[in-house]
């Protein structure tokens, strides 16, 4: 278990602030959708790899695994077989889901003027981008 020493707020930009690895759990490609999944319902894997669209087995699992580990998502595995294993949302995950919600509502409802811009600047974007 990782202890913090002299944390402090506003430490973001500082190399070494473990909020950082935290931010990018969240912020992650996978993550935010993850949380946005995970805000209505519990899910399984297979059920989360359905509905997210293009995440690979392996970097769905790494992402669970990161966000379980700082204490967003519940797994509960159950002793059957197959394998059974449920993911849910803790209530650290609940209050970070609702954070993201406003940027993921945002980011849809700009998306027109967002869009003008990639006109404006002769760029186009596809489905898939690098970020």
Not at 46 to 70: F, H, K, P, W, Y
Not at 104 to 120: N, Q
Request: hydrophobic residues 40%.
């Amino acid at each position: 278990m990782r202890t913090i020493e002299k944390f402090q707020r506003g430490d973001l930009l500082a190399a070494a602030c473990p909020s950082r690895e935290v931010l990018q759990h969240i912020t992650s490609r996978w993550g935010i959708l993850i949380l946005i999944v995970l805000e209505s319902k519990t899910l399984r894997f297979s059920e989360l790899r359905r509905l997210i669209n293009g995440v690979s087995e392996r970097m769905l699992a790494q992402t669970l695994q990161c966000l379980e580990g700082d204490g967003l998502i519940n797994r509960v595995a159950y002793d059957v077989v197959p394998p059974h294993v449920e993911y849910s949302l803790t209530p650290l995950g609940k209050e970070a889901a609702e954070k993201v919600r406003v940027l993921v509502d945002w980011i849809e409802g700009s998306m027109p003027r967002i869009a003008e811009h990639w006109s404006e600047s002769g760029t186009t974007r596809s489905r898939k981008t690098s970020v």
